[in-house]
């Protein structure tokens, strides 16, 4: 059984830090990302990064959000100054293939998802 499980959300205030994790289990993945979505929006790609070292940011974290991975099994989503508008579910994906680094922020491209880990920054 595949799984794909966040922790580290919380509440923070604007300017604060968070650090969310993802285990994986039953299935290696070649590209993995982190996607956020917030009430009443569409779900977004925030950071992707392959086994082919490209990484990919979308604008607004670029410089404050950093995807790293160790081994395998877990990916992180280090976020520092944190903003109101970096509030939402953030889900953790999967992907078994190779994802053009033009596409890892879109959804449709990933076929595993986690449950989601929630984020509240406060102004």
């Known amino acids: 059984q595949v799984k794909l499980v966040e922790s580290g959300g919380g509440s923070v205030q604007a300017g604060g830090s968070l650090r969310l994790s993802c285990q994986v289990s039953?299935?290696?993945?070649?590209?993995m990302a982190w996607f956020r979505q917030a009430p009443g929006k569409e779900r977004e790609g925030v950071a992707a990064r392959g086994l082919d070292g490209f990484t990919r940011y979308t604008e607004s974290v670029q410089g404050r959000f950093t995807i790293s991975q160790k081994g395998s099994n877990t990916l992180y989503l280090q976020m520092d100054t944190l903003k109101p508008e970096d509030s939402g579910m953030y889900y953790c994906a999967g992907a078994t293939s190779r994802i053009s680094p033009i596409r890892r922020l879109t959804v449709s491209e990933y076929q595993y998802w986690g449950q989601g880990a929630q984020v509240t920054v406060s102004s």
């Open positions: 039953g299935l290696s993945f070649y590209t």
